[in-house]
């Protein structure tokens, strides 16, 4: 198994998995089946099947196809990612998810760079040129191919990356478990009388809090103290602060202020 060390904003190296490929492929099949399904269910709804339209009522029904089938089906990987963190359907199934090189969550502008740049393995953005079965089957074959150029792209890259992940400077690796709320830097504060202990740690970055997350995160997977302690120390010196706490219990309690004053006031 492929592992990635990602160097963060405090210096500290996370270990991730890089995922299998196999993990990839099925999560890709079956983000491709949800599509071709929710393609043929919405030309069924439209025109009750195929091949029983005129071209003159397929013509004027192209808008509608686009904005109701195209657009859908071309935003689908990126309102998926960005909403779900990282991942799509097939992702979440596969317990797998995208991730930034330099560290926590990919920004918005690296999730638009990887759709960008996967336009090319999605060829239908006109939904409505594909009505027959023959039309499907073509389309099958089309995307298909152009799967093997990105195959072989993830087979020939350092991290497995395809071209999207390259330009954006992501990764995909394993996750160990569905991704929930407890797998985001935010969580529910419920405790009426909640006590703010470092509200220094608004000055800290989004970048700085998902690395303090994922740093928790490895804590409890590998009882990595060392990790801990080096991160505390240096944000201990960044925001000038002191405290006689673990460095667990230190993180753990800066990420609850964090969520605490990012929520509540």
């Not at 599509?35 to 029983?52: A, E, H, T, V, W």
């Not at 409505?128 to 993830?154: D, M, P, Q």
């Not at 509200?199 to 995160?217: A, G, S, W, Y």
Request: charged share 20%; hydrophobic share 45%.
């Amino acid at each position: 198994m492929l592992l990635i060390q990602i160097a963060t904003p405090f210096n500290i190296d996370l270990e991730f998995e890089i995922a299998e490929f196999y993990k990839r492929l099925t999560a890709y099949i079956i983000d491709f089946t949800l599509l071709l399904l929710y393609f043929i269910s919405m030309k069924y709804l439209y025109y009750g099947g195929f091949n029983r339209v005129s071209d003159e009522v397929l013509k004027s029904h192209v808008g509608i196809d686009i904005l109701t089938i195209s657009f859908p089906m071309l935003m689908y990987s990126l309102v998926c990612e960005v909403l779900m963190h990282g991942q799509t359907v097939g992702k979440k199934i596969m317990k797998i998810r995208v991730i930034s090189l330099e560290g926590g969550e990919p920004t918005l502008g690296q999730y638009l760079l990887r759709w960008i740049f996967k336009a090319y393995e999605w060829p239908f953005m006109f939904g409505y040129t594909f009505f027959s079965r023959e039309s499907i089957v073509a389309y099958i074959f089309i995307t298909g191919f152009l799967g093997i150029l990105v195959v072989i792209i993830i087979a020939v890259t350092k991290k497995n990356q395809r071209l999207g992940d390259i330009a954006a400077n992501t990764v995909v690796v394993n996750t160990s478990s569905a991704l929930t709320v407890h797998d985001t830097v935010f969580m529910e504060i419920s405790q009426q009388d909640y006590h703010v202990k470092f509200p220094e740690v608004l000055k800290l970055t989004d970048r700085d809090i998902n690395t303090v997350k994922n740093v928790i995160t490895q804590f409890h997977k590998s009882h990595n103290a060392d990790m801990c302690n080096r991160v505390a120390r240096k944000i201990q010196e960044v925001l000038r602060i002191s405290t006689d706490m673990y460095a667990i219990d230190f993180l753990e309690k800066l990420l609850s202020d964090y969520n605490y004053l990012v929520t509540k006031e």
